[in-house]
Nanobody, 119 residues
Framework: QVQLVESGGGLVQAGDSLRLSCLIS????????VGWFRQAPGKEREFLGR????????YYSPSMKGRVSISRDGAKNTVYFELNNLKPEDTAVYYC????????????WGRGTRVTVSS
């Protein structure tokens, strides 16, 4: 069974950077894509970016460009999400999710990790 577990959330200060991890188990990677999303209180879930596991190519939401970086470590079956220059509006629950490829819907989701940015 595929499992995704996010970690690295918590309380951070505005202007800081954070790195979230997504540990993936029970899965063999081929052309999968792993994406990052977030959902702020009272708002819809927002796509932030994704990485293609086989090539390492990334795509970021235009709203996040310049502040976000996604990478993977094949040896650790882990995908990382880094966000710089945090703002209070970055407060949200952050999720990682896996899709069979970059064109398919995300069908496996983690439970999320909460990030709170204080001003």
């Amino acid at each position: 069974q595929v499992q995704l577990v996010e970690s690295g959330g918590g309380l951070v200060q505005a202007g800081d950077s954070l790195r979230l991890s997504c540990l993936i188990s029970g899965h063999t990677f081929n052309n999968d894509a792993v994406g990052w999303f977030r959902q702020a209180p009272g708002k819809e879930r927002e796509f932030l970016g994704r990485i293609a596991w086989s090539t390492g190519s990334t795509y970021y939401s235009p709203s996040m460009k310049g502040r976000v970086s996604i990478s993977r470590d094949g040896a650790k079956n882990t995908v990382y999400f880094e966000l710089n220059n945090l703002k209070p509006e970055d407060t949200a629950v952050y999720y990682c999710a896996a899709a069979p490829n970059t064109y398919s819907p995300y069908n496996f989701w983690g439970r999320g990790t909460r990030v709170t940015v204080s001003s």
